[in-house]
T-cell receptor, first 110, second 114 residues
Framework: QKEVEQDPGPLSVPEGAIVSLNCTYSNSAFQYFMWYRQYSRKGPELLMYTYSSGNKEDGRFTAQVDKSSKYISLFIRDSQPSDSATYLCAMVNRDDKIIFGKGTRLHILP | DTGVSQDPRHKITKRGQNVTFRCDPISEHNRLYWYRQTLGQGPEFLTYFQNEAQLEKSRLLSDRFSAERPKGSFSTLEIQRTEQGDSAMYLC????????????FGPGTRLTVT
């Protein structure tokens, strides 16, 4: 089993819809949970990070961590065509080692 | 622009040649990371520096790969005797001390080995 599992998609949703992106993980030592957005042929861009369980909101984005289920989510409200990108989850353990998921390709249809 | 920069952005080389990439981190960040990303995959950790010290190397970093950060500022990644399997995007990121959860990435160097 890989340490971080993420459905590669593609996921296509109509403009304005709520998008839900998810990752599962197996290593209970992970402490920080991040979401990156990556446009084609660009470097990843940090959207937000959370520490431990709970929710964190930033504008149209909400990150959710459930450590008991080893499950993290990113919700995008009022999705826009400009949100079309690959979304990568990433996690850091106590040794500062970072593991990325494969990324989910998201298409927002106008 | 005070973000992470990488040079070159694209490199095409023939198998067996050596290539070197450069990364300039955000100026106040003392941690610098190198990753490799292939199509359809997330970035894979290669190595990282804290100041000029190379603290960890992945087993992905074969003997043909070497990285340096001589003065704790910019870093170089060299690949010797390139192979077609080395074709990938090479990403650099930087962070503040203890801030592995808040890494900022450069635009990457896309390497194609023919």
């Amino acid at each position: 089993q890989k340490e971080v599992e993420q459905d590669p998609g593609p996921l296509s949703v109509p403009e304005g819809a709520i998008v839900s992106l998810n990752c599962t993980y197996s290593n209970s030592a992970f402490q920080y949970f991040m979401w990156y957005r990556q446009y084609s042929r660009k470097g990843p861009e940090l959207l937000m990070y959370t520490y431990s369980s709970g929710n964190k909101e930033d504008g149209r984005f909400t990150a959710q961590v459930d450590k008991s289920s080893k499950y993290i989510s990113l919700f995008i409200r009022d999705s826009q065509p400009s949100d079309s990108a690959t979304y990568l989850c990433a996690m850091v353990n106590r040794d500062d080692k970072i593991i990325f998921g494969k990324g989910t390709r998201l298409h927002i249809l106008p | 622009d005070t973000g992470v920069s990488q040079d070159p952005r694209h490199k095409i080389t023939k198998r067996g040649q050596n290539v070197t990439f450069r990364c300039d981190p955000i100026s106040e960040h003392n941690r610098l990371y190198w990753y490799r990303q292939t199509l359809g995959q997330g970035p894979e950790f290669l190595t990282y520096f804290q100041n000029e010290a190379q603290l960890e190397k992945s087993r992905l970093l074969s003997d043909r790969f070497s990285a340096e950060r001589p003065k704790g500022s910019f870093s170089t990644l060299e690949i010797q005797r390139t192979e077609q399997g080395d074709s990938a995007m090479y990403l650099c990121a930087s962070s503040a001390p203890g801030g592995a959860y808040e890494q900022y990435f450069g635009p990457g160097t896309r390497l194609t080995v023919t």
